[in-house]
């Protein structure tokens, strides 16, 4: 069982930046793919940035391609994305999830296959 708490989330400023942060519990975390969704009011839940067990892949949607940065620390066990020059289209929940496999399992979907699910965290730009 693997357990995912988000925290970072909050208001801030269009332009300006935000950090969020996934603590991830059990041992297998290094085995793990790890990437963050999101969902704005009232729409479907979207794919917003994976990376790989070690670090050494990343995938973005189009929307943040350039603007978000996702990180992980296998030595404690979190994945973190650094989202930069932040616009109001991107306020939502953000959502860490986990899973065995990285590829297109993670960006061809709302992520309706991901193992396991953190609760989210709110994020809002203001114009």
């Known amino acids: 069982q693997v357990q995912l708490v988000e925290s970072g989330g909050g208001l801030v400023q269009a332009g300006g930046s935000l950090r969020l942060s996934c603590a991830a519990s059990g041992r297998t975390f290094s085995t793990w793919a790890m990437g963050w969704f999101r969902q704005a009011s009232g729409k479907e839940r979207e794919f917003v940035a994976v990376i790989n067990n070690n670090g050494a892949f990343t995938h973005y949607a189009d929307s943040v391609k350039g603007r978000f940065t996702i990180s992980r620390d296998n030595a404690k066990n979190s994945v973190y994305l650094q989202m930069n020059s932040l616009k109001p289209e991107d306020t939502a929940v953000y959502y860490c999830?986990?899973?065995?496999?990285?590829?297109?399992?993670?960006?061809?979907?709302?992520?309706?296959?991901?193992?396991?699910w953190g609760k989210g965290t709110l994020v809002t730009v203001s114009p």
């Open positions: 999830a986990a899973d065995p496999m990285y590829g297109s399992n993670w960006y061809r979907g709302p992520g309706h296959g991901m193992t396991y």
